[in-house]
């Protein structure tokens, strides 16, 4: 399965968040931004409107495209530059209390990074901008999965 980045995106988009999670401005991240974007509490509950839809054989064809995140599954970069010192205070030990696997103070190699992208659900970003310096949206677009990424 390729990456479909979300600039690419036709289709809405629905963010089905854990308790966790569910606190963060999702809808404010620059990926979404501009798109149609919902919020469901639970996959069950878009199935349930997919089950009232007239058309079931495009329901039907659809319901491989809901993937579902473990976000203990995780991957993190925090602070690749050394300048977010508060934010890995606030973020490294819930990251190393969830054993996700990651770096600080670190900044990866592209390989590492598509490596990291390729073979975990979620992928937490931390850092300045977009993190286009540290690999290129070609490499992001040829991998063949993608984690989510935050």
């Known amino acids: 399965m390729k990456c479909l980045p979300l600039k690419d995106a036709v289709d809405p988009i629905t963010f089905v ?29 878009i199935f349930i409107l997919l089950d009232k839809c007239d058309n079931k054989e495009q329901v ?18 925090l602070n690749l530059d050394g300048t977010l010192n508060r934010y890995e205070r606030t973020f490294k030990d819930y990251f190393e209390e969830k054993k ?10 592209v390989e590492e990074l598509a490596a990291a ?6 992928f937490y970003y931390f850092g300045h ?22």
């Open 17 to 45: 968040l854990g308790y966790e999670i569910q606190m963060l401005p999702w809808e404010r991240l620059y990926a979404v931004k501009n798109k149609e974007v919902y919020r469901m509490p639970f996959v069950s509950s």
């Open 117 to 122: 992208l390729e073979s975990h659900d979620i």
């Open 129 to 150: 901008q977009s993190g286009k310096k540290y690999i290129p949206d070609d490499k992001i677009k040829n991998l063949d999965k993608c984690s989510a990424a935050f």
């Open 100 to 109: 996700l696997k990651g770096k600080t103070n670190y900044k990866p190699t």
């Open 60 to 77: 039907e064809n659809n319901l491989a495209f809901f993937p579902s995140i473990d976000h203990l599954c995780g991957y993190f970069v």
